[in-house]
């Protein structure tokens, strides 16, 4: 079966900073892995997805994440993190068995600080 | 465009009763899902449908049906509501080359 983890409940950062919100997965053959942002009583946004190419992926609002094959990661990334940024975010894998329905990690809650 | 439109946004059930949440999109997608997510749970597929007239189970079917009559509608039924049913439920749509569009859930609580 196709699946993603999100090692993390929780990550927290300081606005300015850095941030990574990690996910790893296991699947059989080639990933089709995706990042989802969910604001608070809303449903969940696109921010990015990895398919095939280049390892390093962008996507909405400044984020970025980085396939790696060898440590079967897909972490999301953002040089400059924003208050705004505080959210859920979720992790996820297509799954070519369920009519292309994506296997969701558990969610990873970002809360950055002023 | 609208996108994916769910209703109600809110409903609070009587154990034993049974409710439609309604889930319709305007992109003439093929594709459409149903999940619910619990705290800490992530997403959990319920039911999928790949095209009008095709259904089939996700991960956690049990005690929920669904139909898909037209390419717009896909209709998640409740037929005796159950406090392990309070959950929130998201319907979602996919097209061709496009990543899967989400409505913003309908939030229910089963007492």
């Known amino acids: 079966a196709q699946s993603v983890a999100q090692p993390e409940d929780q990550v927290n950062v300081a606005e300015g900073n850095p941030l990574t919100v990690k996910c790893t997965y296991s699947?059989?053959?080639?990933?089709?892995l995706f990042w989802y942002v969910q604001y608070p009583n809303r449903g969940l946004q696109f921010l990015l997805k990895y398919i095939t190419g280049d390892n390093l992926v962008k996507g909405s609002y400044g984020f970025e994440a980085e396939f790696n094959k060898s440590q079967t990661s897909f972490h999301l990334k953002k040089p400059s993190a924003l208050v705004s940024d505080s959210a859920l975010y979720f992790c996820?894998?297509?799954?070519?068995?369920?009519?292309?329905?994506?296997?969701f990690g558990k969610g990873t809650s970002l809360l950055v600080t002023p | 465009n609208a996108g994916v439109t769910q209703t109600p946004k809110f409903r609070i059930l009587k154990i034993g009763q049974s409710m439609t949440l309604q889930c319709t999109q305007d992109?003439?997608?093929?594709?459409m899902y149903w999940y619910r997510q619990d705290p800490g749970m992530g997403l959990k597929l319920i039911y999928y449908s790949v095209g009008a007239g095709i259904t089939d189970k996700g991960e956690v079917p049990n005690g929920y049906n669904v139909s898909r009559s037209t390419t717009e509608d896909f209709p998640l039924r409740l037929e005796l509501a159950a406090p392990s049913q309070t959950s929130v439920y998201f319907c979602?749509?996919?097209?061709?080359?496009?990543?899967?569009?989400f409505g913003d859930g309908t939030r229910l609580s089963i007492l």
């Open positions: 979602a749509s996919l097209g061709s080359n496009q990543p899967q569009h």
């Open positions: 699947v059989s053959g080639n990933p089709y």
């Open positions: 992109m003439n997608h093929n594709y």
């Open positions: 996820a894998v297509r799954d070519s068995n369920s009519g292309y329905a994506l296997n």
